[in-house]
């Protein structure tokens, strides 16, 4: 298992969570967990996701998600589990 | 599990605060390209860095890019060079030879600085050592990316008075040579006193003799973080205070240990230490001043200043020392004038003058850093304010520093632009009461007592 974190933020509208999960199963990356919330009025989604048997590197998952973001009018990151986990636990 | 609080909370310290790793540094030691030929010397050098550090860059954006944390230099530290070119350099030409062979391997490698165009003569000096020190200003006026110094005290041996009044001159011949570009050359060379061995940061950065083949050494950054933190708990006590400086550093330290760890696995390069530094930018909202003001300091160089620095640097130390297994360099909160806006404003306004700033660096990490003074200050008072910093360092155990800018053909109440992450200052002005006869006298200041330390 390779875990990575996925976060979308942005302006909520209709299809982002489909659109991003259609490109991960597409990419063979199982989501673990989801969980979303509302900060200053901006939407905040979380993803866990196995990033452990992808067929594209890691390099262009996080390229991808990003212009996807774009078209969708929301920023969207991946990052390697490891610097929250380091940061917050001990 | 991670909860999604603190993915944003991680991501906002980056986005928002500033948060980013200032430098992985690639410390090489270069003993083994020791050769009596200069030509020799300098294809061992380029050949020995290439094979080393040839990965550095790109690793480091790879890592960058996949934890999603900015890595803002990448750099290389050598051992000193007056001992490399000892047996190979009959001249400060040849050592300039070296300087121009580092500088364009530096820039092959892709790394923006390289630090160890050094000598260390705490005690003594080899003729080695003088002529190194004599090629210092030409090196460095025509090099864009080394940077250079020299350690003239510590604590076990006492300050070599004649290196002290050498570096006056070479700081003033330095800032001649690159007087056209406002003697940007002396913002890459510092006087320091009980240098450590694995700095990760410019310009001090030297790979000590006592380190191994190669390391890697890792500076943290992130004032923005802990002002950011700080803005919380506003008019709270001192535990308040104190507590959130800590927690909020242990935060950092561990991006740090993770960003290290990462290189070094990936580079096959043994990991050496992480330097806890609040290392502020000229940008907006990254600065220490800032967060002096946080505390409740109208503006630096106000009374209660030194204070408010000694407690911060303090609980920087004591948060990030959990966070990493090997920690070392400076490691404190660093006070470079030109390169935080927050001490810039306070220069400029008058809050802050260089007797501050003296009193400051007891307390902290560094010493009086990034300071722009009139172009006409005599060497002699120069080396007098080297002295008073070297002084500092060797009675209270710590690494002490001088990194002054005297811009030729400009005064008090001009402003100096240096570019980048070097930023901008104004020129501070200099007590003008001279110290020649202390500093023509010959010799070194004698070690100080370690015992009776009540």
């Known amino acids: ?90 | 599990m991670i909860n999604i609080s603190e993915v944003i909370e991680t991501n906002r310290m980056i986005e928002k605060e500033n948060l980013d790793v200032r430098t992985i540094t690639l410390g090489i030691s270069l003993l083994d390209c020791t050769s009596d030929d200069i030509a020799t010397l300098c294809r061992k050098i380029r050949e020995k860095i290439v094979r080393t550090a040839g990965n550095l860059a790109r690793t480091a954006d790879n890592i960058a890019m996949e934890y999603g944390i900015p890595i803002v230099n990448k750099r290389i530290s050598i051992t000193p060079a007056s001992i490399i070119g000892s047996a190979a350099c009959r001249t400060p030409d040849d050592y300039v030879k070296i300087a121009l062979t580092l500088d364009k391997a530096a820039e092959d490698v892709g790394v923006n600085f390289l630090g160890g165009y050094s000598a260390i003569v705490s005690k003594g000096m080899t003729a080695s050592d003088r002529m190194l020190i004599m090629s210092i200003p030409e090196a460095l006026a025509r090099t864009g990316r080394i940077c250079s110094s020299v350690n003239v005290g510590s604590t076990r041996t006492g300050i070599n008075m004649d290196a002290v009044r050498l570096m006056g001159d070479i700081i003033r011949q330095t800032a001649e040579a690159t007087r056209d570009n406002d003697s940007l050359g002396c913002a890459k060379l510092v006087v320091l006193c009980n240098a450590p061995d694995d700095n990760p940061f410019m310009a001090g950065a030297f790979h000590g003799v006592t380190e191994a083949d190669a390391v890697i050494n890792v500076g943290v950054s992130g004032p923005g973080v802990v002002k950011s933190a700080l803005e919380s708990v506003r008019g709270a006590s001192f535990e308040v205070l104190c507590e959130t400086i800590k927690k909020t550093t242990f935060k950092i330290t561990r991006v740090g240990q993770l960003v290290a760890q990462e290189a070094s696995r990936r580079l096959g390069i043994p990991f050496g230490i992480i330097d806890l530094s609040l290392a502020p930018t000229p940008a907006i909202g990254d600065s220490v001043a800032d967060i002096l003001h946080e505390i409740g300091i109208e503006k630096a160089g106000a009374p209660g200043t030194t204070a408010a620095l000694a407690l911060l640097n303090d609980q920087v130390k004591k948060g990030g020392v959990m966070a990493s297994s090997y920690v070392g360099g400076l490691s404190g909160a660093f006070i470079p004038v030109s390169e935080d806006q927050g001490m810039i404003d306070a220069a400029e306004c008058g809050a802050l003058t260089i007797e501050k700033l003296e009193a400051m660096t007891c307390v902290c990490s560094v010493g009086l850093d990034m300071i722009a003074v009139p172009g006409d200050t005599p060497a002699t008072t120069i080396s007098g304010i080297i002295a008073d910093e070297a002084a500092i360092g060797m009675v209270n155990h710590k690494t002490t520093a001088v990194r002054i800018i005297p811009v030729i053909g400009k005064t008090v109440g001009d402003k100096v632009e240096f570019g980048g992450l070097l930023g901008h200052a104004p020129v501070m002005p200099v007590n003008r009461f001279g110290c020649e006869d202390f500093i023509s006298r010959e010799g070194r200041i004698p070690a100080p007592i370690h015992s009776f330390k009540n």
């Open chain 1, 1 to 90: 298992m390779n875990r990575s974190i996925i976060t979308v933020v942005g302006r909520d509208t209709v299809g982002i969570i489909a659109k991003v999960c259609t490109y991960l199963a597409e990419n063979n990356i199982n989501i673990l967990d989801i969980s979303q919330t509302i900060v200053s009025g901006y939407f905040n989604m979380m993803m866990i996701v196995d990033t452990g048997h992808i067929t594209v590197d890691f390099h262009r998952l996080t390229a991808d998600l990003e212009s996807l973001g774009n078209t969708i009018g929301v920023q969207i990151k991946c990052q390697r589990e490891e610097i929250f986990d380091k940061m917050h636990r001990i």
